[in-house]
């Protein structure tokens, strides 16, 4: 069973810029497209950006597209998340997860678990 640890969330300004790192163990990281996804208070868990296996393909949501970079590091075992320009609305607890199946990374469903997260709060 994969686990998923993330790291680098925080309290930040509107405007203002956080990135996310989340490390993978227990599967062959390189072999999984991986993504990241969000929770805001009260509502569902959603899908934000996803990677592919070897990283030439990426995909946003639209909330974030132009705003969120997400990468990976296949020797680190790591998918990162740079968060720019953030507003009050990106306010939530942030997840990482992957598949071996990249378009089935935005599909929620897809993951039987989910590590911790981190907790982004952007202030107005």
């Known amino acids: 069973q994969v686990q998923l640890v993330e790291s680098g969330g925080g309290l930040v300004q509107a405007g203002g810029s956080l990135t996310l790192s989340c490390v993978v163990s227990?599967?062959?990281?390189?072999?999984?497209?991986m993504g990241w996804f969000r929770q805001a208070p009260g509502k569902e868990r959603e899908f934000v950006a996803r990677?592919?296996?070897?990283?030439?393909?990426?995909d946003y949501s639209d909330s974030v597209k132009g705003r969120f970079t997400i990468s990976r590091d296949n020797a680190k075992n790591t998918v990162s998340l740079q968060m720019n320009s953030l507003k009050p609305e990106d306010t939530a607890i942030y997840y990482c997860?992957?598949?071996?199946?990249?378009?089935?990374?935005?599909?929620?469903?897809?993951?039987?678990?989910w590590g911790q997260g981190t907790q982004v709060t952007v202030s107005a």
């Open positions: 990677i592919s296996w070897r990283g030439p393909s990426t």
């Open positions: 227990g599967r062959t990281f390189s072999a999984l497209a």
């Open positions: 997860n992957g598949d071996p199946n990249y378009g089935s990374v935005p599909v929620i469903s897809t993951f039987p678990s």
